[in-house]
Nanobody
Framework: QVVLVESGGGLVQAGGSLRLSCAAS????????MGWFRQAPEKEREFVSA????????AYADSVQGRFIISRDNAKNTVYLQMNSLKSDDAAVYYC?????????????????WGQGTQVTVSS
């Protein structure tokens, strides 16, 4: 069983930055492909970014490409999402997710484990 705990959310002004963290327990991070998703009120949960196990290949949604950076620290069993140049549209609950497969996927149903989410609020 994998347990994921997100942290780092909060209130930030538009144009500012936040770094989200996701600490994994129950499995070593290196054996998992990790993803970040987000869900705004009355909207579907959407893919944000992912990083594969092994090679560390990354993928981003078009809406965050060039502004967000995903990374992982296997020694700390933690994955990060650095969010820069935040916009009001980025406000949402951000979820960390993990899957056993090594292939990067953007589909939420492909992920086996989920955190409880952390709120990101962007003020204009």
């Amino acid at each position: 069983q994998v347990v994921l705990v997100e942290s780092g959310g909060g209130l930030v002004q538009a144009g500012g930055s936040l770094r989200l963290s996701c600490a994994a327990s129950g499995r070593t991070l290196s054996s998992l492909t990790m993803g970040w998703f987000r869900q705004a009120p009355e909207k579907e949960r959407e893919f944000v970014s992912a990083i594969s196990r092994g090679s560390g290949t990354t993928a981003y949604a078009d809406s965050v490409q060039g502004r967000f950076i995903i990374s992982r620290d296997n020694a700390k069993n933690t994955v990060y999402l650095q969010m820069n140049s935040l916009k009001s549209d980025d406000a949402a609950v951000y979820y960390c997710a993990a899957r056993d497969g090594k292939i990067l996927v953007r589909t939420r149903n492909a992920y086996d484990y989920w955190g409880q989410g952390t709120q990101v609020t962007v003020s204009s």
